[in-house]
């Protein structure tokens, strides 16, 4: 036997109700999907009356509102969960926090708090095994009265979460402006396939949160693909059919002392002087700044080698040459584009960032293969700065800038470099830079290795002299040199017998000029005379 019940009967059955136990309350229990630990359940009311039968919330809550008693029902769930909280820590068994709803008539009562208060105290619950979910809707014509409220819950010690959200009221700004603790996305809001709008606003959505560093659970979950789904995004807390129903409250119990528990992961902390609210918001002084003011960008978590993107600028694309959209970057992993190596490289510089809480930075290669242009091989330079932290997690703000055109050329350059200290060495030559401003001298490496010179010769040639390079009759010709070179000559050239051993070498100098004819720097080189006709074996 089943029928409503209308508004009056609500009303005139009410208060025999709460005393006869026609009203009380199913717990329905809220998961950890990775762990398949249970982290809290949600308190929710119900109605079963002796003659007509189970009546649903969406026809007696909207009752009770309109006549001023939700408060009061409010109140008597507040109750019976303190007493059920009460049981399980008499009883030795570890409770989770249980969420209590409160309606958006009760944020009008400036009574609320205190009341809820009053009763926990009564019954001695330790206040973090209680929550308040609040509606999203209650804001609707201000968040002043929801603001005082929250701020009253959270003077006692309560954790308030935001439930409903995305239901369309202005979701984005009701965030921004209320302090709540935790986020109740319900996906029954964002129906839909998966692949579609539904999906990319609840990815948007929790991309958010996450922003502004508020734990999200989904609730409304019937199937394990949402749930793997939401996962996939970030979202591992779970509250609907897919495991579990809202049940009697010894059932709960019985679930409470077979599921392991498990704490809500904190908030991230994140640096002081980041507004995370404000720079979520697209019109905010912050997003401007991010978007527009600063270099490419990006922003992601770190866990324990798990990295994930939260978000990106515009300018990142550009420099990345990637023709991916932010939304694209941010859902893909951002480790695949690394091989081990380079990988490697890019952790060690986090772990770096993390020790010394200072900028650090790396170059990494990272290869993307598109459809249109084949596979792509960039050098991406990293700065990147610890923003925040959570547990284990890592927030990290990362410059970047793409270097492969650097790195290209430097690389040739390299190569070419390496050829020519080849061709220097089959032919036994020397070679040396002199500045003529400066009587500054840079020789090659083999100057360096052989004669033992360091990479910059200051007041040349005395150093070399002293070294006993040139012999002591060649020391005044060669000084003379300098001075010849200083006013002008442009090319001389001796057999001279050089370094220890004085074998001699075909020693020249050519003479480069500026534009008005003044000498600039000469270009020295010593070629091994071989059979003591001059000769360069390879040339
Ligand atoms: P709510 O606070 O959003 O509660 C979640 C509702 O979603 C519950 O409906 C729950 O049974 C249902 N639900 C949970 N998982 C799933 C799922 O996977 N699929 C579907 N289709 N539904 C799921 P319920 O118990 O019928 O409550 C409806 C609403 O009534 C609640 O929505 C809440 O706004 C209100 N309510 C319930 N208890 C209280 C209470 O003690 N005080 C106040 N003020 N409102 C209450
Ligand atoms: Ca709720
Ligand atoms: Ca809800």
């Not at 979460?161 to 964002?190: A, Q, T």
């Not at 697209?282 to 939260?310: C, K, M, Q, W």
Request: hydrophobic share 40%; charged share 25%.
């Amino acid at each position: 036997m089943k029928k409503t019940m209308t508004e009056r009967e609500f009303v005139s059955r009410f208060k025999k109700a709460v005393k006869n136990g026609h009203i009380y309350v199913f717990y329905q229990m809220q998961i950890n999907h990775s762990t398949g630990r249970m982290i809290g359940a949600e308190a929710l009311m119900r109605w079963t009356d002796p003659s007509f039968g189970i009546q649903l919330p969406s026809d007696f809550i909207p009752a009770l509102e309109k006549h001023g008693l939700i408060f009061d029902a409010d109140l008597y769930v507040f109750e019976c969960v303190c007493r059920f909280q009460k049981k399980c820590i008499d009883g030795s068994l570890t409770p989770v926090p249980i969420s209590v709803n409160m309606s958006r008539y009760d944020i009008a009562n400036t009574n609320y708090a205190e009341s809820i208060e009053a009763i926990r105290s009564k019954y001695d619950v330790p206040v973090q095994y209680l929550r308040i979910e609040i509606t999203e809707s209650s804001a609707i014509g201000g968040t002043e009265l929801i603001s005082a409220v929250l701020e009253q819950l959270h003077s006692y010690g309560y954790i308030v979460e935001m439930d409903d959200f995305g239901n369309g009221y202005s979701s984005l700004n009701i965030l921004k402006d209320l302090d709540v603790d935790i986020i109740k996305l319900d996906m029954r809001f964002l129906r839909g396939d998966l692949g579609g709008r539904g999906a990319t606003i609840i990815s948007s959505l929790v991309q958010m949160t996450k922003w502004l560093n508020t734990p999200v659970i989904a609730e409304g979950v019937e199937t394990m693909e949402q749930a793997d789904y939401m996962k996939s995004i970030g979202c591992d807390y779970i509250q609907g059919y897919l495991y579990s129903m809202p049940i009697p409250e010894e059932e709960f119990l019985k679930q409470l002392e077979q599921r392991e528990h498990e704490p809500l992961a904190p908030a991230m902390n994140l640096i002081r002087t980041m507004d995370a609210g404000r720079f979520w918001n697209p019109d905010s002084l912050e997003t401007l700044i991010f978007s527009n003011f600063v270099g490419a960008a990006a922003i992601f978590t770190y866990e324990g080698g798990r990295a994930e993107i939260l978000r990106i600028n515009e300018k990142y694309i550009r420099e990345l040459g990637m023709n991916l959209t932010e939304k694209e970057i941010v859902r893909s992993d951002p480790w695949e584009c690394m091989d081990a190596e380079n990988r490697g490289i890019y952790e060690e510089t986090i772990k770096k960032a993390i020790a010394s809480r200072d900028e650090e930075s790396c170059e990494t290669w990272r290869s993307f293969t598109s459809k249109c242009c084949g596979e792509d091989r960039i050098c991406i330079r990293t700065n990147l700065r610890i923003i925040g932290k959570a547990g284990e997690q890592h927030l990290i703000y990362a410059m970047v800038q793409n270097i492969t055109a650097e790195k290209n050329s430097f690389l040739a350059l390299e190569s070419n470099e390496r050829r020519f200290e080849h061709a220097f060495e089959q032919a036994n030559v020397y070679a040396w830079e002199y500045t003529v401003a400066t009587k500054e001298m840079r020789p090659c490496f083999r100057c360096m290795r052989d004669l033992g010179l360091p990479p910059l010769v200051k007041n040349y040639p005395e150093p070399a002299i002293e070294a006993g390079i040139f012999p002591p009759d060649y020391a005044d010709m060669y000084r003379d040199w300098h001075r010849q070179i200083e006013a002008g000559v442009s090319q001389l050239e001796a057999i001279i017998p050089l370094t220890v051993g004085r074998v001699p070498f075909h020693v020249r100098y050519t003479t480069e000029f500026d534009m008005n004819g003044h000498p600039l720097k000469a270009y020295g080189s010593a070629t091994l005379v071989i059979n003591s006709k001059e000769g360069n074996a390879s040339l």
